[in-house]
T-cell receptor
Framework: DGGITQSPKYLFRKEGQNVTLSCEQN?????MYWYRQDPGQGLRLIYY???????QKGDIAEGYSVSREKKESFPLTVTSAQKNPTAFYLC????????????FGPGTRLTVT | RKEVEQDPGPFNVPEGATVAFNCTYS??????FFWYRQDCRKEPKLLMS???SGNEDGRFTAQLNRASQYISLLIRDSKLSDSATYLC?????????????FGKGTKLSVKP
């Protein structure tokens, strides 16, 4: 089955620790995105990547880092510099400039205490 | 004015009712619009794309009003299973790339 997978579904960390969230897709999509969603809020763009080995900051990139070494994978690291890391993190992908219909993975719910 | 605004609701309607949501956007150059459905604690799922004046898919109709800068989503004959939060997304271009800007969503609750 083609799709986007994110793991783990739930993640718990202590304050001060870096944590990496996984996002993998087998849709052969060029572009991948990371969003953050807080309760009662819309999705806010953290980082995005249009092609391998290239990525751009979104609206709220501070305290996060990404890599795009393979087309299928776009991991997100939440660093200790992120002041309010507890949130629902969603990864999405799309074929690219020809289509902006984004398809989402199931998300990772991160809790930092 | 925020880039994309939605009435947060909740909209509480009986089964079989017709309900409409509006989404206003601030960038008059926006070309593409999307409606997503998000169930509680799940990921958004694409419901409809709107590239011209509108789109229809079964009980769902999306309409675009460029002059007033809003898109609407109409749901006819509401089902219990339509209960969800509906997110509006607008494509904005920055340089050579475009990104989706999401509204905060409108919550719909369909009651028996």
């Amino acid at each position: 089955d083609g799709g986007i997978t994110q793991s783990p579904k739930y993640l718990f960390r202590k304050e001060g620790q870096n944590v990496t969230l996984s996002c993998e897709q087998n849709l052969n999509h060029d572009a991948m995105y990371w969003y953050r969603q807080d309760p009662g809020q819309g999705l806010r763009l953290i980082y995005y990547s249009q092609i391998v080995n290239d990525f751009q900051k979104g609206d709220i990139a501070e305290g996060y880092s990404v890599s795009r070494e393979k087309k299928e994978s776009f991991p997100l690291t939440v660093t200790s510099a992120q002041k309010n890391p507890t949130a629902f993190y969603l990864c999405a992908s799309t074929t690219g400039p020809a289509s902006y219909e984004q398809y989402f993975g199931p998300g990772t719910r991160l809790t930092v205490t | 004015r925020k880039e994309v605004e939605q009435d947060p609701g909740p909209f509480n309607v009986p089964e079989g009712a017709t309900v409409a949501f509006n989404c206003t956007y601030s960038n008059s150059a926006s070309q593409s619009f999307f409606w997503y459905r998000q169930d509680c604690r799940k990921e958004p799922k694409l419901l409809m794309s709107v590239y011209s004046s509108g789109n229809e898919d079964g009980r769902f109709t999306a309409q675009l009003n460029r002059a007033s800068q809003y898109i609407s989503l109409l749901i006819r004959d509401s089902k219990l299973s339509d209960s969800a939060t509906y997110l509006c997304a607008v494509l904005n271009y920055g340089g050579s790339q475009g990104n989706l800007i999401f509204g905060k969503g409108t919550k719909l609750s369909v009651k028996p």
